[in-house]
């Protein structure tokens, strides 16, 4: 496990931080330079809310290399107040309480520890349900 | 540009095959395609293979399979785009031969996916996805795919279970194919007794990996004479962003529908003129979108064509006529280059009990990723 691959993404992992377009202030998450909405260039950083809402979700039964101590677990896709979607885990919820349009905020978990190959443990954002009022 | 006939095709049967190597593999259904094509001299060779490094520990497949196949110091290269490699390497050849670059190429796509523990399998097969941003955040390639079939039922009011009918199918034409994977028939019982692997997604509605590879031989058109020839007359390439997540609509494969305009508009073909369509249904849910992209259906109206019986063999788009993914089997790098040498055989008249009738015109779709990279490809028979 490669660890500066890590260490370069800890603004996203830890803080949702994206870009925003000083073009036509579309929000951007993961951030990636060039606008997709109107493609001028865009390096301004923007920090999400955390705040959204379930766009689809599954539940991972056969995992990826790494990710076996939590099966089953469930994965979404979560729509940000701000716009884009992002691919995160779901956490102190029940799969079967999982539905589209429930209202979830980001959360700082552990994702994954590489076992016996560096000893890393790598954090990151995953989404739990929010009440409505909050 | 020159106009590019099919002078051979070769493939294996997708199996477990622990006897063979990925060279002998590949090396297999060469031998088959340029025996064919009656031995011609071979200007240059293209591998279409995703996972030989991470699976295989083997790159450079180039030179590994042209040294195997005797065609030693000629150029050869692999072409690499996730389960749409092997389409690629095909259009790789297929320009070499139209711009006149090479007289006689030969693709071959393979893949060789049994000699490991299916967990790195599934990790390597994950790799197509966004690393940073989707495998870190621990969801399988079948996840993405599942995320994408769940917001589907939910938009267009389906059931899962309506989306047996594309695996029905596949499996039933799979049972006249001796090259394919499984010969097992089955019905909408299995379908909602199989386990889920990824929820909404069921094992039946997955396609099962496994080795094998198939090739083709092109050649300009005029080195055959005219009738009975098989012509690639479209050919289309397109890309979306590599993470479901960054896509405009995620339920909609806007490579699959720019590929296809493409490859429609180089052979002056519409919707209406394919006989039948080999398309990519790695999950039934890929055989929905692809439907709709590639103009044959209604935005969300992918399933009525399954559940009416449209996509038989007798049907009004025939898909999946050896099987499919499904059931012909999804060897990743290969899969393009098995839905080419099966449009061949269509448009030959070999396909025996799921032989189209008529067929003139047939269209291959191979796409790489959860969308990321799509290719569309007309064949004609003249």
């Known amino acids: 496990m490669e660890v500066p691959r890590h260490w370069r993404l800890k603004k996203q992992r830890y803080a949702l931080v994206g870009e925003v377009c000083p073009h036509c202030e579309a929000k951007i998450f993961p951030p990636r330079d060039v606008c997709p909405e109107c493609g001028g260039e865009a390096k301004t950083t923007f920090q999400f809310s955390g705040r959204g809402e379930v766009y689809s979700f599954t539940t991972i039964y056969n995992p990826p290399r790494g990710f076996e101590e939590n099966v089953p677990y469930t994965v979404a896709l979560v729509k940000l107040d701000e716009g884009p979607i992002v691919t995160a885990q779901l956490t102190d919820v029940d799969a079967e309480q999982v539905e589209i349009g429930m209202p979830v905020e980001m959360v700082t978990r552990r994702l994954r520890q590489d076992g016996d190959e560096r000893g890393v443990i790598i954090y990151g954002y995953k989404f739990r349900p929010r009440s409505l009022a909050s | ?382």
């Open chain 2, 1 to 382: 540009m020159r106009k590019v006939a099919v002078l051979g095709i070769g493939q294996t049967k997708i199996a477990e095959h622990w006897e063979f190597s990925i060279r002998e593999l590949a090396g297999e259904a060469v031998f088959r395609a340029l025996e064919e094509a009656s031995q011609p001299p071979i200007d240059g060779l293209f591998v279409g293979n995703m996972l030989s490094p991470l699976v295989e520990h083997q790159s450079s497949l180039g030179p590994l399979i042209a040294d195997w196949i005797g065609l030693r110091h000629g150029e050869a290269v692999k072409v690499e785009a996730a389960c749409a490699s092997g389409a690629a390497a095909f259009r790789s050849a297929l320009m070499a031969v139209a711009s006149g670059q090479m007289e006689i190429a030969v693709a071959v796509g393979v893949e060789k996916m049994t000699d490991q523990h299916p967990r790195d399998v599934t990790f390597g097969l994950a790799t197509a996805a966004d690393a940073d941003y989707e495998l870190d955040q621990g969801v399988s390639f079948v996840g993405l795919n599942a995320m994408i079939m769940q917001r589907y039922l939910h938009t267009f009011g389906w059931q899962s279970s309506d989306l047996a009918a594309f695996s029905i199918n596949a499996h039933q034409n799979a049972l006249h194919n001796p090259y394919a994977r499984l010969h097992m028939a089955i019905t909408r019982e299995d379908y909602e007794r199989s386990h889920m692997v990824a929820a909404p997604i069921r094992l039946l509605d997955a396609s099962p990996i496994g080795d094998g590879a198939a090739a083709v031989v092109l050649a300009p058109a005029d080195r055959l004479p005219p009738g009975n020839r098989v012509l690639v007359t479209g050919s289309g390439a397109a890309t979306d962003t590599i993470a479901v997540h960054s896509r405009r609509d995620p339920l909609f494969l806007q490579a699959a529908w720019r590929s296809a305009r493409q490859a429609y508009q180089q052979a002056g073909r519409q919707p209406e003129d394919i006989d039948f369509f080999e398309l990519h249904d790695a999950f039934s849910i890929m055989a929905a979108l692809s439907l709709e992209a590639a103009g044959f259906a209604e935005r969300g109206q992918g399933p009525r064509l399954a559940l009416e019986g449209d996509i038989r063999p007798e049907g009004r788009i025939p898909i999946c006529t050896r099987g499919g993914l499904k059931a012909r089997g999804h060897p990743v790098g290969a899969t393009g280059m098995y839905q080419i040498v099966e449009v061949v055989q269509q448009l030959r008249g070999e396909c025996g009990p799921t032989q189209v009738p008529a067929a003139r015109v047939g269209m291959a779709q191979n796409i790489g990723g959860s969308g990321a990279t799509i290719l569309t490809h007309i064949l004609e028979r003249d």
